[in-house]
């Protein structure tokens, strides 16, 4: 198989219309519309049984589906990519999910609206695929800022989402949210085909089905027993079987992906210590960053008898989110100038410095809304740099023609750390709570152990980050001869 250089006339993209800030801002604006979508119904899940005339535990399959069929679709998007052309999948990827929206904008029925929320789910390639579009159309100078943007996306699009899909659901029919959907998807992919350029960048190979196929099969068994087990009971048979499942599956997958000519994930570059331990670090950053999704909403929505409540409305909890996703933004444009300067692996520390602070302070500091907002935005501020280095990183170590598996992989041990920290919130405000007339509410303690939770998880990154090779790299070019890490030949 061919392995294009960085020379070679096959790496360049097609000139867009609008130059370097167009390709930028369009996929952004693709990246926070696909990430919209993790947070869409999150305002009206209280009310979804009965929207969908269903059970509160049937009802949550809404919820999940997106979280399974995202964690499927990222890893398979991202090599076809590398095969096929990026901006291709990107295309196809959007389609789902304006499909999906369209579903779901014309139904009631609980099943209808699962189908519905994974095909959704399944968009969520659009942001790794859109940071190795960037590596491929942009110049070395500009690309550390535009894949800050582009990674901030994720986060930036669940922080807006919030405000935006409670003010929704609060002021008019909750189908309008889905229908907001099909309209954003549609000016999203519009965009891209006029403004986008497809690189002729190709890794050629074949599709590892049997890869995709058993990778999926570990994945949903972990994922629903993560996100299952507080219902089904951690020791029940179907979170156990699933834990089993996964143990069983991947050394399997793994041992697959060795012997195999053209791997779904070439976990010979992955084990690399630099794309190691960033992966790792992701897992762990992805706790943190979610940790504040999970406790921000309740502390502002509970009443003041609970101990630590504003007793304020879904719309105010979404909008106290909002400023720290401009904030996001802002820093992951800002980090380009730490990550050309001293390096990714800089920029990655210093966020897990701010975050771990800003949740450790904020911990002993959720009394009033002005509070929660600096809080949020000092936070976001952190994950914005971490998240804008750790595609630096990864591009920094990979050949060109993995960047879209490679960034998708990364994109989904982001998402791993996110549900293990949904799973570990949840038994802790479940445990340690109070009693407020016949109903138990988290307590005041339990918040506070999450949030010290989340600043223990980016002291870890920041540890793990410290371990990392100082190499200069930003992802804009192929690692040199001296800086790659050696990659054992298949047999």
Known sequence: MREPTAGDPATAARPAPGGAGVIVAVLAFSGITVSLMQTLIIPIIPLLPGFLSASPADAAWAVTATLLASAVAVPSAGRLGDMYGKRRMVLISVALMVLGSLIGALTSTLWVMVLARVLQGAAAGVIPLGISILRDALPAEKLAGAVGVMSASLGVGGALGMPIAAAI?????????????????????????????????????????????????????????????????????????????????????????????????????????????????????????????????????????????????????????????????VAASASAKLTNRYGPKITLMLGAVVVGGAYGVGAFTMHSIWQIIVITSVTSGGIGLAYAAMPALIMGAVPESQTGAANALNTLMRSLGTSFASAIAGVVLATMTVRLGPAELPSETGFQVVMLAAAGSSLAALLIAAALPRRRGVGGRAPTPAEAEPVPARD
């Open 169 to 329: 659901a609060e002021w008019a029919d909750w189908h309008m949210l889905f229908w907001v959907s099909v309209i954003l998807g549609i000016v999203s992919g519009l965009l891209i085909l006029v403004f986008v350029p497809e690189s002729d960048l190709r890794s050629g190979g074949s599709f590892d089905g049997v890869g995709a196929a058993g990778l999926s099969i570990a994945l949903i068994a972990l994922l629903l027993s993560i996100s299952k087990g507080a219902d089904w009971g951690w020791t029940s048979a179907p979170t156990l079987i699933g834990f089993l499942v996964a143990a069983v599956v991947l050394p399997i997958w793994g041992t697959h992906q060795l012997r195999t000519h053209d791997p779904l994930v070439d976990l010979r570059v992955s084990a690399g210590r630099q794309v190691l331990l960033t992966n790792i670090a992701s897992v762990v950053f992805g706790f943190a960053m979610f940790a504040q999704s999970l406790v921000i909403p309740q502390v502002v929505q509970l009443p003041k008898e609970a101990g630590l409540g504003l007793d304020s409305t879904i719309l105010m909890a979404g909008l106290v989110m909002a400023p720290g996703g401009l904030v996001m933004m």
